[in-house]
């Protein structure tokens, strides 16, 4: 057993002697490509599921265990638009999105990036518009108040300065649940004609960021 605890011991010594923790923090943004899918339809020949726009921005933070290994945290409000076949209905959906990602990339001063997670959405705000009567209408009651989702990215990373780092690259997203409250519509409401009906949301997009880099922390290795 003390042989064991000992193997263990020399061994975490090891890895922290090899690793180099770094942690960066910086802005991001992008535009999006939306869809709803509808696996149980409700009348679908009246809706245009997508694609339809969508945009997002944030902050976010990553901490480097490695060169190679990351984990990374984003805090982004996101926004979904689409609008009907009939084009008179306009909806408009805003999230807080938390993703949370293993993040893998190479090095160099033009690196490759991976990264792949979950993510939690916080609805925001809902609502429909109606194009000619120009008047808005609040949604936000028949959508669910949190989505999970899988998410995942790729792109490229440049060393544009010594400790600023410029990110491009591709970001996607997809629901495990749908948008919408289980049960919501009622075809004796003629207002919730403008409503989809169990729609799993997805999206992907191209991503933009920058970062700044702080100083590594110390390791076993620098001493």
């Given amino acids: 057993m003390n042989r064991l605890l000992l193997i263990l011991g020399l061994s975490c010594c090891i890895l922290s002697a090899k690793a180099q923790i770094s942690v960066r923090a910086g802005i991001n943004g992008g535009i999006d490509n939306c869809t709803m899918s509808d696996f149980l339809p409700f009348n679908i ?128 997203f997809s629901s495990f649940i749908t948008v919408q409250k289980d049960n919501y519509y009622t075809s004796d409401n003629k207002v919730n004609d403008i409503y989809y009906k169990n729609n799993f949301l997805s999206k992907a997009g191209i991503h933009f960021g920058i970062a700044w880099r702080f100083q590594e922390v110390k390791t076993w290795e620098k001493y």
């Fill in 45 to 172: 020949s009246n809706h245009d599921h997508g694609p339809f726009p969508g945009n997002h921005f944030g902050i976010d933070a990553t901490i480097k265990i490695n060169k190679i290994v990351g984990f990374e945290v984003d805090l982004d409000k996101s926004t979904v638009s689409d609008l009907y076949t009939d084009k008179a209905h306009k909806i408009n959906i805003s999230y807080l999105d938390i993703p949370i990602f293993l993040r893998l990339s190479t090095n160099g001063i033009v690196a490759f990036y991976f990264e792949t997670g979950l993510q939690y959405s916080i609805l925001l705000n809902g609502n429909s518009k109606l194009e000619v009567a120009d008047t808005a209408l609040s949604i936000k009651d028949f959508y669910r108040k949190g989505l999970v989702g899988f998410v995942i990215g790729l792109g490229l990373e440049f060393k544009i300065a010594d400790k600023l780092i410029l990110t491009a690259g591709a970001r996607g």
